[in-house]
């Protein structure tokens, strides 16, 4: 009885498929906004937190919060160009539709399944693209995708480098700041000093350790959270 239905359920046109799929095109890059300003909104946590292990001089921890920055920043490029690639799918529908009014169908779109099978390979997108895959394959603009694998170069020891040295120049230019902001008195004692130790703040700087090291990962949980 349910494809006696689905044969007599009369099938949507092409502007009705436009404007469903650009609909939904609009909400995700929607929520990819918003992911994007969740992402940033931690950042800022974990640029104060770099700042006060490095003025505490506790470069392991600093330096482990400087790689989920870097991290995060790189999440946020990719979902940039997944928005980008969203809205590039839209327009080129809307091109499709326009063709479909002169030949009375949708016609296949080598950009829009190019852009289809992109995301498709974005973690963040990847269950999304593969329901519009299916629809759009149905509807006879793309062919179909056979395409599991989803890109998770963000994680892969082979950017470990590149991380690296983005560690390096987010520690400098926070030093920088950091350096800038102590009396001009303290910083030439510094200079004069570098390998001198001062036993009462190293003892400080171990007692902090436990909470600076809780703050630490509940920092890194967070941004965990809203990357994924």
């Known amino acids: 009885m349910e494809k006696v239905m689905n044969i007599l359920k009369p099938k949507p046109n092409p502007q009705q498929l436009l404007r469903d799929w650009q609909r939904r095109l609009r909400q995700e890059c929607r929520n990819i906004e918003r992911q994007i300003r969740d992402i940033q909104r931690e950042e800022k946590s974990v640029q104060k937190a770099i700042r006060e292990a490095?003025?505490?001089?506790?470069?392991?921890?600093a330096k482990a919060l400087a790689k989920e920055l870097v991290r995060s920043k790189k999440t946020?490029?990719?979902?940039y160009e997944n928005k980008a690639q969203m809205n590039s799918i839209s327009m080129h529908l809307g091109e499709s539709v326009a063709i479909a009014r002169t030949v009375g169908h949708l016609s296949k779109?080598?950009?829009?399944?190019?852009?289809v099978n992109n995301l498709m390979k974005a973690p963040e997108m990847a269950v999304t693209m593969q329901e519009f895959s299916k629809e759009m394959t149905k509807a006879g603009v793309i062919e179909e995708i056979v395409n599991d694998a989803v890109d998770t170069a963000l994680d892969s020891e082979d950017i470990e480098d590149e991380i690296e040295e983005e560690v390096d120049k987010v520690l400098t230019a926070i030093a920088g700041e950091t350096a800038a902001q102590l009396p001009e008195a303290v910083r030439k004692e510094r200079v004069k000093q570098p390998g001198q130790s001062v036993g009462a703040s190293e003892e400080e700087a171990i007692a902090e350790g436990v909470d600076d090291e809780e703050e630490m990962e509940e920092i890194r949980a967070r941004l965990a959270k809203v990357r994924s």
Not at 109 to 115: D, R
Request: proline fraction near 0%; hydrophobic fraction near 40%.
């Open 54 to 61: 490095a003025k505490r001089n506790d470069m392991g921890s």
């Open 76 to 79: 946020v490029n990719r979902l």
């Open 109 to 115: 779109s080598a950009e829009v399944m190019k852009l």
